[in-house]
């Protein structure tokens, strides 16, 4: 940790000698940044906005076994440059996205070290900063292992985090929101276990951080383009208020096997006075390359249902085929299965999934408990779990194809690998294969426990690489993945967009273990959903259940029915389940006709109202349509969202539905108390509309018809 | 370490209680098992030869992190049973085998503990014992690691060893013969380094360990059949005289995942009085499963030669195609490659090696730096090191599969993997499938470096199922598989018998790296050629050689020109190299007919002298002919060798091609010395012939026709 002393010196070298300093101010002048070196030769950067400092002189550099990379160093070179172009990603929140930026690239030497150079890379955007590491190729290092990434960011004060303990396995915590100082504590008491959850040696949070300053500025923290590296936790420092990286070692104890020419993922601090800007920011994606495919026709925003939710709640089903193993231990002999009863992944139980899909516009239909192995899957323990061409005897591939095809509708593979990614790969041809002869084009591969190869862990670097892999394979094969249990994402999703969505955050499913609090989505959108899209399963209509099993007391979705609903909107994923029973949504059609409607991929989006951990509004126009949709969320605390109309064309009238917390809803006595209503707007109305504790309101708005202009009233 | 006060006890009580110890004879008498219980339950063993007591009390017993299963038994159950078949191998040095034993099954149960169950299963032959651990499916176990396997074998003295350091990474040492109570010394003089070594953590040795008593017993003890379990090394008492089970970590430190019901490898322990019956043994492969390939048509033995020597010695030859790695660091640009103009693997060489195989009836050439990769191809550092389907710009897939087939020739497959076999894996389809599409039935993989998945060691349980993977996926190709670097084998080529060869141990390109000790081939046969065959690339006519690159002083190997050829009866495998450059038998073409006439499957082996570390004399008749090898071959001692031809059918004539050693050979001043004769044997003829200093006789028989039997003399 780069001691505060040091610092002083360091701003007055700044200020005795201007030439050492390098200075880049972003496109509209808001953020500067400042770099100098340290009395040690330590390259130390400082970042400010309006005027207000942001990261106080914060030290860089990488400590490698082969080479120190962190001191004696002198600039060499101090280039300054500018960037703008206007790209279009292949699905996303924006058509059209800006990508803008001074860069400074400086290239410095270590004299006493045979001149071994290091170049650290800055871009500033109006909306933040990114830099990262570069070792050009050179004579005198090849080979190089991390040892530990020393990079700083140094804050001003004791700040209020939204974040989740660091661990180098998973990131499916609650959040906590505290005080930095406050955060150890508040999060140890936020604690919720995970059976392979490998917390970091240290007094760790995970990226994306958001962060809330003293002063009303937010922060966020991450990083982008994660390949070929561990992933980036940050110790905390919670006397001083600094944070530093911390790497995700192997098991070894080793943090990364490079070789130069190299460069490290992009380090982000998003910054902005006004929380909407931190959801706009499309930062993270900018810094990532462009998009690899040739060929992106093939993929394909959708929404799904699936054979999975009936697995957490009540009614008994199972992934397994069998109960074999609740009789037994020992290795499972799959040729002599009993059927329990109670196995919902059976061809006829798919087909009304399929009819449901059909009837209602669903794109897809996720099938988990497919495949052989769920009777004996533990993770660590087996050199294989799964065989991922091997249905189960009540499931009728091949029918299933033909049935779904014939009813318009995909079916969703699943390809649970029980964290044994070695035996992943070992299949992954044979798997893809597979899906192809049988008319798959989509993958929810899963990642449960510990992983496999023994020396990783879910964020090492090998791990990240595996992702990686499996995505690029999967092209090769136009098969579109979504991960769970994976790294979180650092919107390598531009670079292969096939990439649709990841979990790496609780999701709704917790909703059946313990429950997400109600201010839960009103973060992550600020946090994991920084780096790319969630498959976080909205659409809990039933949100009074019962746990796993049905062996556990009943629980409770943490939100309103509607704010189901409002999750559409915002959490952006062209992935995105109606997670709940189609029971469930035959027994309330009306507010179903929200998510029948709703898009999954978007022309423009218009943040209106945000606050991290509060609440957010935001609208959004279908890609290519002249349709838009509306989603305001709160937490406990009901409010009233403020929805200006200003986004739609002017002079023309637009037909809207409300779907709105009833009068008397409440999350947790009444979260199925909802009211639908219709009225015309133009872009100069403005909707005031009241959100329940644990609430939200989804709108549909589409142009009038003459008819509708006439027969409905002003909204 | 099993103490020996201890033993008395048990020995006493072994006579107190007569009741309890178990006997098991072998099925011609000669050998005895004994098995009791001491006063602590630690089931205990101990095996003797014609009354000679081989194997003092030794204990049995797996110590799991979740069970001890090494003491508190009682005897719930012993079984003995008998069992004889004959089995016809795919290839091998015997058209028929016999698997004739003597079975007693030991139940065992920890009434402390919940009534833990373990069968100990032992296989007495005439040859030896082999016994295994088995743990069946039951309530209070299910998934367990290993921290020790705490088998036994206390010997009776202070015997000599014929052996290598024990190393979870290579078998690839120089042999040391040594008394126990002085091989510790001796191996480390001895011993020659390789870069990824990793020597066990205590005093060990290697098995296959091959012992000669101080009362003339010989024994060998290895293990067969190893599937998903860690390599045995033996750690020694060099004390006691005792030795007990070392498995191979992974870097973890666990020695094994295991999940009930299951068995280990079976421990072996050949036994004879007769030197000669130690290599005759089929044990081994007597203990592992039969054939699990239905179709078998497909496996051929054969010869070959390979673009590959030139590469070890002298002319400059290199696996790159460039020398773009000498003049700089960094990650190679493949694109951009210069042609280094020494590069043998490049088309028109290729041309040339299928030529004279084709002119000498090779049936196939190896073709070692063909594909990408070779600048760039540290182990452990990269996530990538080949492409198994990319190769260099001048070598010609496709032309060379349509000119290799004009020819009648097959081209062998090389895959380096740099030790990487998670990458391998990843690979493995789309590289076998570009094997069959051009025409490839055969690979050499090899796996020099340190081990990526990096918790894993060459010898660790995840690694030996990777080869077996390799093995079993090659079989869904029709591919045979050579595999270098590997586990030494344990009699699975019965199983998979597409395995058709492993290296595996200090093979002949060691000539041209400080050379192979005269003593080298006359140990090896007793030792690691008991798992299997051995791809030792036998035949360097021009034994006097530069080192490798060139760059060193010039090297010798360790033995005459004959020597080398009777390696090729003395080193049975069904895929055997002509090692050296064609040009250096186009100098000696009378001596190479011996290569190109030798056969590589047999009918029947006939051990004749043996005696290990010194000299093995054996005869052999090839697959369905009525053709006749004979190898001899000595250490650095000249010997004469004594030849009955008694193997050969009684009442005719056969003509004999003897190719000996000059009268004036020795293998360090005058090892190109030889001389050819031809005679003519009936099966009562009896040969002695003279080796040179490491040196040796290759002779081949045929039925002889009337001119020549008139116009030839008897031998």
Not at 95 to 105: A, C, F, G, Q, S
Not at 542 to 548: E, F, P
């Amino acid at each position: 940790m780069y001691m505060k002393h040091v610092l002083l010196t360091v701003v007055f070298l700044g200020i005795a000698c201007v030439a050492m300093a390098h200075e880049l101010l972003s496109p509209n002048g808001n953020l500067k940044l400042n770099v100098v070196l340290d009395s040690e030769g330590v390259p130390v950067y400082s970042l400010y906005y309006k005027g207000e400092t942001v990261v106080e002189p914060s030290a860089l550099g990488i400590l490698m076994e082969e080479a120190d990379l962190s001191n004696g160093f002198r600039i060499l070179d101090a280039t300054n440059s500018t960037f703008d172009e206007t790209w279009m990603p292949v699905w996303g929140e924006y058509e059209k996205v800006r990508n803008h930026y001074n860069e400074l690239t400086v290239t410095l030497s270590q004299p006493a070290k045979h001149d071994r150079t290091m170049i650290v890379r800055f871009r500033l955007f109006d909306d933040g900063l990114g830099f990262r590491y570069e070792l050009p190729e050179q004579k005198t290092m090849n080979y190089l292992t991390v040892k530990d990434e020393l990079t700083e960011f140094n804050l001003t004060g004791n700040h209020t985090l939204y974040c989740i303990p660091g661990d180098y396995d998973t990131n499916e915590f609650a959040y906590t929101t505290a005080a930095v100082s406050e955060v150890r504590e508040a999060m140890e008491r936020n604690l919720r276990k995970k059976g392979y959850e490998a917390k970091a040696t240290s007094f760790t949070v995970q990226t994306p951080l958001m962060i809330k300053t003293t002063e009303g500025l937010y922060i966020n923290i991450h990083e982008a383009a994660l390949v070929d590296y561990s992933a980036m936790l940050l110790n905390v420092d919670d006397k001083e208020f600094n944070f530093s990286a911390h790497l995700t070692p192997d098991k070894l104890g080793k943090k990364g096997y490079l070789q130069l020419p190299l460069h490290t993922p992009w380090r982000t601090i998003m910054v902005s006075d006004d929380a909407r800007n931190i959801l706009a920011s499309q930062l993270i994606l900018n810094l990532n390359e462009p998009c690899k495919l040739e060929d992106t026709s093939w993929i394909k925003p959708q929404k799904f249902i699936g054979v999975w939710w009936e697995m957490f709640t009540g009614g008994g089903g199972t992934w397994a085929y069998s109960d074999y193993y609740k009789a037994k231990p020992g290795i499972t002999d799959y040729s002599k299965l009993t059927p329990n009863g109670h196995h919902p992944a059976n061809t006829e139980h798919v087909r009304e999934y399929i009819d449901f899909a059909a009837e209602n516009g669903i794109d897809a239909v996720l099938v988990e408990g497919w495949n052989e192995g769920w009777e004996d899957w533990a993770s660590y323990r087996k050199d294989r779990q799964f065989l991922f061409d091997k249905p189960y005897p009540d499931f009728d591939v091949a029918a299933l194809h033909a049935y779904a095809k014939s009813k318009g509708v995909k079916i969703i593979m699943h390809h649970e690998t029980a964290a044994n990614a070695a035996d992943y790969e070992r299949q992954l041809d044979v798997a893809f294969q597979f899906m192809v002869d049988n008319g798959y084009n989509s993958v929810k591969t899963g990642y449960v426990g510990s992983i496999i190869p023994r020396s990783e862990y879910h964020s090492s670097q090998w791990m990240n690489n595996h992702y990686i892999h499996v995505v690029k394979r999967a092209a090769d094969y136009k098969i579109m993945v979504d991960s769970h249990e994976a790294v979180r994402p650092t919107g390598l999703c531009r670079t292969w967009p096939n990439w649709v969505a990841q979990e790496s955050a609780r999701g709704g499913e917790f909703e059946s273990m313990g429950g997400n609090d109600p201010d839960h989505t009103c973060i992550l959108p600020f946090t994991r959903l920084k780096g790319g899209p969630m498959d976080y399963t909205p659409g809990i209509f039933q949100t009074k259940l019962s746990y796993y099993n049905g062996s556990k007391p009943k629980g409770q979705a943490g939100t309103t029915l509607v704010k189901q609903l409002a999750l559409y909107v915002t959490m952006p994923s062209p992935l995105q389940m109606a997670a709940d029973l189609p029971d469930n949504y035959r027994r309330f059609p009306d507010a179903f006709q929200f998510i029948k409607d709703v898009a999954v991929d978007w022309s423009n989006s218009w943040y209106l109202e945000a606050e991290p951990g509060d609440y957010i509004t935001v609208a959004r126009q279908a890609k290519g349509k002249q349709e838009w949709y509306i989603g305001a969320i709160t937490d406990e605390h009901p409010r009233t969202a403020t929805i200006p109309f200003s986004f739609l064309p002017e002079g023309r009238k637009y037909v809207v539905t409300v779907y709105a917390d009833g009068r008397d809803a409440d999350w947790k006595d009444n979260p199925q108390s909802y009211d639908i209503r219709r009225g015309i707007v133009t872009s100069k109305s403005v909707l005031r509309q009241p959100l329940a504790s644990s609430g939200g309101v989804a709108i549909s708005v589409r142009e009038a018809t003459k008819e509708e202009v006439k027969g409905l009233k002003k909204l």
